[in-house]
Each structure stands twice: as C-alpha cells, then as structure tokens.
C-alpha cells in the first residue's frame, strides 16, 4: 500500500483527522482550505502539465532556445492561474552550449567501437578527431601531476575516479578546474571519465564542470562502465590507442531566466516564502523526475493557493529556477540579486528529489525547524505517511544557497529508489511518473506552503553566520563550500 496512492483513502483518512482536530479547537478556516487543497490538487490537471512540460519542450537545458520557450510558457501558466504578479529575472551566464554529436573506438591494439558520450560544457575535438595511447590517472593532486607529467604528456587520459575522489583530494569545482588545465597544459587530448551504470548507459557525469557554465579546458566525455572495464583490461597486457570526434555547439554569453509568480498576502505581505522547484533538466532525457515533477509540484501549488477564497497570511514567492544542473545558478544569483530583502524570507520550500512514496522533509540540521514541522506534519501531513524530518544537510540543489543565510530552508524528502535508477538518463521521462504519488507530493506541499505562510509568527528564526558555519562543520561541507567560493568562515 505505501508504494501505490488512492485518492479516495487519502480523503477519508485527512477528514478524520481534521475532524477530530476541529472538535479539540483547531483552526477551521484553515482545516477547510486544507480539504480544498487536497481535492483541488487530485482532481487538477497537474499530471497534464508534467506531460506537456517534458514531452513538448523535451529537454530543458539551461542557456538553450528550448528552456527559454519553457520559461516563458511557466510564466503564462503562472498568470491564467490569476496571479499578476509573475516576472522572468535575468541572469548572465559565460557560455551557452547546446550538445552535439560524440563517436569514439579502439583502433589498437584491436578495433571496437565504444560507448562515449560528452561532458557538459566540453569544447569540441579538432575535425580530425582526438587520438593518443590511453595512460591510467590515479591522482589529480597538483604534486601528483606533477609527478606523473611525463607519463600524461600527449596521451589519452582514463581518469580512475574511485582512486581519484578517495584519495583525500576535494572535488571541488576550483580544484576540478585546477586538474584540467593541468591536463591541457599537458597537451592531452582528450580526458574520458568512466561511468558507473551497468549497460554502457551514459549520462551521470552532468556535475563534472566548473560551475559557473564556463567551457570546460579541454575536450572530456564519459565512458561506459563495461567499455571502461574492456580498455583496463586491454591495457593490461599492452597500450591501447583510442580515437574519438566530439562535436558540440559552444556559445557565448547569454541570458538566462528564472520565472518568478508572486501570490501577495493579506495579512503580512511584506514577509514572504520561497516555493522551487528547477525548470531546466539535463539534456538525455526529458527530466520528467529531475526536476520536471518539482517545477509541476510549484505551478500546481501556485494554481491551488491563488484560487483559495483568501489569500495566505504571508506572501508566497513560487520560483521556477533555471542553472540548477551548471551548478544551482538560478538561486545563487537569486540571493545575490534579493540580498536587501532576505531578512523578510521567512522560509524556503524546495522540491528536487523527483517522485516517490513522500516521507516528508529535509530540515538542513536544523532541530528547531524540525520541532515546528513536527505538529503540522502531524496534524496535516498524517494521511500522506509524510510525518519525518531528517537532519541530513547537503549542498547540492536550489535550497541550499538560503540555508547559507540562515533562512529556515527545508527539502521535500521522498523515497528515492525509483529515483537513482533512471536519473541523468535518457530514461527519465514521463512514462516513469506514478500520478498517484506525484498528487499525494504535491498535497504535501501545498499543504505545508500554505499553513507555515499562514503561522501567527514565522516557523523558524533565522539563524547567525556561526550557527550556519556550526551546521556545515557537522555535515562536513565546510572545506568544499569554501573550496567553490559559497562560504566564509
């Protein structure tokens, strides 16, 4: 039962407890909107939006004509919901870049094609193609480089990147950065990172860039797991040559989008929450899961509050981010652009984990957001099985440049099984969204948006630069917040 949803139990389940909560002196008004909430996102049209989102404009990859049209189309949904209040803010990155087409084989010792594909951001090989002997790379380390320069000068790079990230080194974008122009200065070809997903299936190594959407120093691609095994196990016995033509379209600076709708509230509507969820996706797949779903999850939530009778208490800022997958762009400029008016922030609800049976939420190390959580989860997210709170923190989607602030920011947290299985691949399309869950997710976070902008006071306080600094200490996100220029002790 916990893997599937039924409406119908969902309603009977969420009315008993409301009704018992009415009789102990609950909040009506807000009890009935709740009802209204959950029934209007059940019957909604939710699903159809996903659909159209991600069969229509495919692939939504920042920078491209393709995310732009999905942004402007985000923003019409935003207003044929009757809010007037719905901007598109502005944002340059370096470099745009569209992907184009990879080929690549062994052409010694034996000659077999193989399954390559290119990094995000990597510049195009010469016409002619990349060609070298292949040499194992261990170690990314500037002395180690160093050391190995000889060995690495002109060939063909397999990065061993289980040896590489294990060996103390920090895989931050700067120190990335560092190793690949090492590389380039080395006259490296071409630098092939192996994946980790049994059948050859590429499409994991979208996070292996710089992170500002700046080309990356040299051409770089991804290899299949068994293509990768078959080259070791060649370079076993003797070299092993390889040749592979990447072409990719490499732009300059363009002008990216986040779309903003702005429901203004009726009591405090100079105090306001952030409600994410990321348009853009990665460019093998459709994104249906990553983050399709999330930004559905934000329109449907806009749609449902904005045709309430009232209005929330607070103002609700519903964001459509773009750059999350180039390195959360969207809403670490968003901070910067907003840094005056932050203080009025009084929470920030993200959805980026996909579809899955809802568990409930990432509080980011944050007990006393988990204690305010704990009755309205109790009392409004009981019949979604959506009652936990973890303190795990991370630093890896559009929540998280908040959490830096200080600002009560908190994570839809689902089951994510499903999830692994089909992200950053070309497989993660609409066909994999059970609409059941995908509703009882977006009640989940509806309902939550709506009471916490609907609290007597603010859920949380924010919380000063040392606690900040104390949370990350414990995560062990210190030295790579540091390392990517996010954080100042």
């Not at 949904?77 to 990879?102: C, H, K, M």
């Not at 293509?227 to 003797?238: F, H, K, S, T, V």
């Not at 519903?318 to 968003?334: D, Q």
Request: aromatic letters at 8%.
């Amino acid at each position: 039962m916990k893997n599937r949803f039924m409406p119908g139990i969902f309603m009977l389940a969420l009315a008993s407890a409301l009704g018992t909560s009415a009789q102990q002196g609950s909040d009506a008004a807000t009890d009935a909107a709740v009802r209204t909430i959950i029934g209007n996102i059940f019957t909604g049209p939710s699903t159809g939006v996903l659909q159209h989102m991600t069969d229509w404009f495919g692939a939504r990859l920042t920078g491209t004509q393709e995310f732009e049209d999905a942004a402007q189309w985000g923003a019409e949904q935003f207003r044929s919901y009757g809010i007037d209040d719905v901007r598109l803010e502005g944002f340059t990155i370096p470099n745009a870049w569209r992907r184009g087409t990879a080929s690549a084989s062994i052409v010694a010792p034996l000659r077999r094609a193989i399954h390559l594909s290119s990094i995000g951001w990597s510049p195009s090989t010469p016409s002619s193609g990349a060609q070298g002997q292949m040499v194992i790379v261990t170690d990314i380390a500037p002395k180690a480089l160093d050391t190995q320069a000889a060995a690495i000068r002109g060939h063909v790079v397999l990065l061993d990147t289980d040896k590489a990230f294990a060996s103390g080194f920090n895989p931050s974008y700067a120190n990335l950065k560092a190793a690949y122009l090492r590389f380039r200065d080395l006259n490296v070809p071409l630098l092939v990172l192996p994946d980790a997903v049994p059948n050859d299936v590429l499409g994991d190594w979208v996070d292996v860039d710089n992170g500002e959407a700046h080309v990356q120093p040299l051409p770089m691609a991804e290899l299949g797991m068994e293509d990768a095994l078959l080259i070791r196990r060649l370079m076993e016995q003797g070299p092993v040559t390889l040749h592979a033509e990447i072409s990719n379209f490499v732009g300059g600076s363009t002008t990216v989008h986040n779309v903003v709708a702005e429901l203004h509230g009726e009591g405090r509507g100079d105090q306001w929450l952030v409600v994410g969820g990321h348009l853009d996706s990665w460019d093998y797949n459709t994104g249906a899961q990553d983050d399709g779903s999330g930004a559905a999850m934000v329109l449907e939530s806009a749609r449902v509050l904005a045709a309430l009778p009232h209005r929330p208490f607070r103002s609700i800022r519903f964001i459509l981010w773009t750059g999350e997958e180039p390195g959360i762009l969207g809403s670490r400029t968003y901070v910067r652009q907003h840094q005056t008016e932050l203080d009025r922030c009084v929470a920030v609800l993200n959805s980026d984990n996909g579809i899955g049976r809802p568990k409930g939420w990432k509080v980011a190390g944050r007990q006393d957001l988990a204690d305010a959580l704990a009755p309205i989860e109790k009392k409004y997210l009981a019949a979604f099985d959506a009652t936990g709170t973890t303190l795990e923190t991370t630093f890896d989607t559009d929540q998280g440049p908040f959490h830096l602030q200080g600002i009560p920011a908190i994570e839809m947290w689902f089951d994510m099984a499903r999830y692994d299985s089909i992200h950053h691949k070309p497989s993660d399309t609409f066909d994999k969204v059970d609409p059941l869950q995908f509703h009882a997710d977006t009640a989940v976070l509806a309902i939550s948006t709506y009471v916490i902008a609907n609290l007597p006071q603010p859920i949380a306080p924010h919380i000063d630069h040392a606690a900040v600094g104390e949370i990350l200490k414990q995560a062990n996100l210190t030295d790579y917040l540091i390392a990517h220029g996010d954080w100042k002790p």
